[in-house]
């Protein structure tokens, strides 16, 4: 069976047969980083600053029991779907460094396209989504100072994309972050670490809350199935074969580690930040847990500052696999600080950045990216495609029960994904009739 590089070309192989496993032709590095600079890849992608919105996003919809069973259950799957696309890394006799290059190798050119699409979409939101969070601190931080409504987050929002831009092209790919990533860490226990802290101390000299659903029957079913679609998008990177392209050979035992580390080590600072806003606010949890705290300004403003930094960064990220496939496909290798290789960053780089910005900026409504983007993108990659992928790449090899769990899978992904991108829409509709264009959230 053929397979397909960037331009749906047949893929030319870098590497010896004898040696290992077939590579596709990349202009970033592979098989650089160890198991452990992977795992803090995945690590900065969970707890980014999106883990400041999970107690109003996904706790206020779904309630104590529902929400702490539904993100214990969504790590678990998570988890589980995950493996199953990194067993998938070497199958064929080929290593797949791209999504689209595994699914195109199992099914073909179709699934090929229908991939990169579904990816793109998620990736894209992501980033997006990103750059609203840069704007959302940006501007606290500036109303701590000045509330005189003249700064708008609009304004903000650009100032967040430039910086994106200048981080994005400084950063030639994703192995280069290194010393990033422990940047990226530290700030993301200086903010959650002052949101618990802040939480608690509020939770205590605050009356009684209020833990009810709030929203009519109606309402509340839809933002119960777009609380749904928060919780795998928590999880998910929807870009895994791109991140475990990095990692050291053997590629699947490694990335296999760095997958347990995200999903134990990894996910408790979500958790507690998540619990702990939820516990401290009740169903008035602000989306962006550090608006809701009460605390001295400087405090909180260092917080909103780490939260900036770590988002730039990890934007950078889930932006990784579009620099590939351009820097692939304009053959942009060698010295990042050549001339031509640079100017193509500025240009490239920085007008896909503007676009996301520009979108950014005229649809602010951070909660229903992340419910469309799960419905849309996270359910079909992480778990209705990872399951079937699997199941036909081991055909042979499962039993008429294994068969039945994928397909079970398969169908209730489906279902859910469908119901989730149907609750998301009418979200993002009911926040276009309450907030105009470049809304000032």
Same mark, same amino acid.
């Given at each position: 069976?053929? %397979?397909?590089?960037?331009?749906?070309?047949?893929?030319?192989?870098?590497?010896?047969?004898?040696?290992?496993?077939?590579?596709?032709?990349?202009?970033?590095?592979?098989?650089?980083?160890?198991?452990?600079?992977?795992?803090?890849?995945?690590?900065?992608?969970?707890?980014?600053?999106?883990? /400041?919105?999970?107690?109003?996003?996904?706790?206020?919809?779904?309630?104590?029991?529902?929400? +702490?069973?539904?993100?214990?259950?969504?790590?678990?799957?998570?988890?589980?779907?995950?493996?199953?696309?990194?067993?998938?890394?070497?199958?064929?006799?080929?290593?797949?460094?791209?999504?689209?290059?595994?699914?195109?190798?199992?099914?073909?050119?179709?699934?090929?396209?229908?991939?990169?699409?579904?990816?793109?979409?998620?990736?894209?939101?992501?980033?997006?989504?990103?750059?609203?969070?840069?704007?959302?601190?940006?501007?606290?931080?500036?109303?701590?100072?000045?509330?005189?409504?003249?700064?708008?987050?609009?304004?903000?929002?650009?100032?967040?994309?430039?910086?994106?831009?200048?981080?994005?092209?400084?950063?030639?790919?994703?192995?280069?972050?290194?010393?990033?990533?422990?940047?990226?860490?530290?700030?993301?226990? +200086?903010?959650?670490?002052?949101?618990?802290?802040?939480?608690?101390?509020?939770?205590?000299?605050?009356? #009684?809350?209020?833990?009810?659903?709030?929203?009519?029957?109606?309402?509340?079913?839809?933002? %119960?199935?777009?609380?749904?679609?928060?919780?795998?998008?928590?999880?998910?990177?929807?870009?895994?074969?791109? =991140?475990?392209?990095?990692?050291?050979?053997? #590629?699947?035992?490694?990335?296999?580690?760095?997958?347990?580390?995200?999903?134990?080590?990894? +996910?408790?600072?979500?958790?507690?930040?998540?619990?702990?806003?939820?516990?401290?606010?009740?169903?008035?949890?602000?989306?962006?847990?550090?608006?809701?705290?009460?605390?001295?300004?400087?405090?909180?403003?260092?917080?909103?500052?780490?939260?900036?930094?770590?988002?730039? =960064?990890?934007?950078?990220?889930?932006?990784?696999?579009?620099?590939?496939?351009?820097?692939?496909?304009?053959?942009?290798?060698?010295?990042?600080?050549?001339?031509?290789?640079?100017?193509?960053?500025?240009?490239?780089?920085?007008?896909?950045?503007?676009?996301?910005?520009?979108?950014?900026?005229?649809?602010?409504?951070?909660?229903?990216?992340?419910? /469309?983007?799960?419905?849309?993108?996270?359910?079909?990659? %992480?778990?209705?495609?990872?399951?079937?992928?699997?199941?036909?790449?081991?055909?042979?090899?499962?039993?008429?029960?294994?068969?039945?769990?994928?397909?079970?899978?398969?169908?209730?992904?489906?279902?859910?994904?469908?119901?989730?991108?149907?609750?998301?829409?009418?979200?993002?509709?009911?926040?276009?009739?309450?907030?105009?264009?470049?809304?000032?959230?």
């Amino acid at each position: 069976m053929d %397979t397909y590089d960037d331009d749906s070309r047949p893929r030319k192989p870098v590497s010896d047969q004898k040696s290992g496993p077939e590579i596709p032709d990349t202009a970033h590095l592979i098989s650089r980083d160890s198991w452990f600079q992977v795992g803090f890849v995945l690590t900065t992608g969970i707890n980014s600053s999106y883990v /400041l919105g999970y107690s109003g996003t996904i706790m206020v919809p779904l309630g104590w029991i529902a929400g +702490v069973v539904g993100l214990i259950v969504a790590t678990v799957v998570s988890l589980y779907a995950n493996s199953l696309i990194a067993k998938l890394h070497e199958f064929g006799g080929k290593r797949h460094i791209r999504y689209r290059d595994l699914a195109g190798f199992i099914y073909g050119s179709k699934a090929y396209s229908l991939t990169w699409a579904l990816q793109y979409v998620n990736l894209f939101m992501i980033n997006t989504g990103y750059i609203i969070l840069a704007g959302q601190a940006l501007k606290a931080v500036y109303v701590l100072f000045k509330d005189d409504n003249t700064m708008k987050l609009p304004y903000f929002i650009a100032i967040s994309g430039v910086v994106c831009a200048m981080f994005a092209i400084g950063i030639p790919h994703l192995s280069a972050l290194r010393i990033w990533l422990g940047f990226s860490t530290f700030f993301s226990l +200086v903010y959650i670490v002052i949101a618990i802290v802040l939480s608690v101390q509020d939770g205590i000299k605050a009356p #009684a809350r209020d833990y009810s659903i709030p929203g009519t029957p109606t309402s509340k079913i839809f933002t %119960t199935i777009g609380a749904a679609a928060n919780l795998v998008f928590a999880f998910n990177t929807g870009m895994l074969p791109e =991140i475990q392209a990095t990692v050291r050979q053997p #590629a699947i035992k490694n990335m296999m580690k760095a997958l347990y580390f995200q999903f134990t080590v990894g +996910v408790l600072p979500m958790y507690i930040v998540t619990f702990v806003g939820y516990w401290a606010y009740g169903s008035s949890t602000s989306t962006y847990l550090l608006n809701s705290v009460n605390g001295p300004v400087w405090v909180k403003v260092l917080a909103n500052i780490s939260s900036f930094l770590q988002t730039v =960064i990890a934007l950078h990220i889930f932006a990784s696999p579009m620099y590939e496939y351009l820097d692939t496909r304009y053959g942009i290798k060698g010295s990042p600080l050549a001339i031509r290789n640079l100017s193509f960053r500025i240009t490239v780089r920085g007008g896909y950045l503007a676009i996301n910005t520009f979108v950014a900026a005229l649809l602010p409504f951070l909660g229903d990216f992340m419910s /469309l983007t799960g419905a849309v993108s996270t359910f079909p990659l %992480t778990f209705i495609l990872a399951n079937h992928m699997y199941m036909v790449a081991k055909d042979n090899k499962l039993t008429a029960v294994q068969k039945s769990w994928h397909w079970l899978n398969v169908c209730f992904f489906g279902c859910m994904s469908l119901a989730a991108s149907v609750a998301a829409l009418r979200l993002i509709a009911v926040d276009s009739k309450t907030y105009h264009l470049f809304a000032d959230l």
